[in-house]
């Protein structure tokens, strides 16, 4: 069973900053590309940053330059740096990540729980 758990969500002012982590756990393989996600009220799921085994990342226009991600194959545990935070960032944001299980073959989606960001004065 593979688990993935988030945490380092709340509440903070705008211009602030907050860390999320996501642990993945359970009988893996390999973990390739780990990713977060967010979906905000009345709006779709979108993809906020992603980075692969190797560490090359990606991001999404309205968070480059504020958001890093980052991972710690170790520790099979992925990081969004959010700095300079803004209102439109509150959002429930989700932990992806893209895993070969120990048993099986191939690589199967996963996602966490979600962990609320909210962003307000």
């Known amino acids: 069973q593979v688990q993935l758990v988030e945490s380092g969500g709340g509440l903070v002012q705008p211009g602030r900053s907050l860390r999320l982590s996501c642990a993945a756990s359970?009988?893996?393989?390999?973990?390739?590309?780990m990713a977060w996600y967010r979906q905000a009220p009345g709006k779709q799921r979108e993809l906020v940053a992603a980075?692969?085994?190797?560490?090359?990342?990606k991001y999404a226009d309205s968070v480059k330059g504020r958001f890093t991600i980052s991972r710690d194959n170790a520790k099979k545990t992925v990081y969004l740096q959010m700095n300079s935070l803004k209102p439109e960032d509150t959002a429930v944001y989700y932990c992806?990540?893209?895993?070969?299980?120990?048993?099986?073959?191939?690589?199967?989606?996963?996602w966490g729980q979600g962990t609320q960001v909210t962003v307000s004065s």
């Open positions: 992806n990540a893209d895993i070969v299980p120990l048993i099986g073959v191939g690589a199967y989606e996963f």
């Open positions: 359970g009988s893996i393989f390999r973990i390739n590309v």
């Open positions: 980075i692969t085994s190797v560490g090359s990342a």
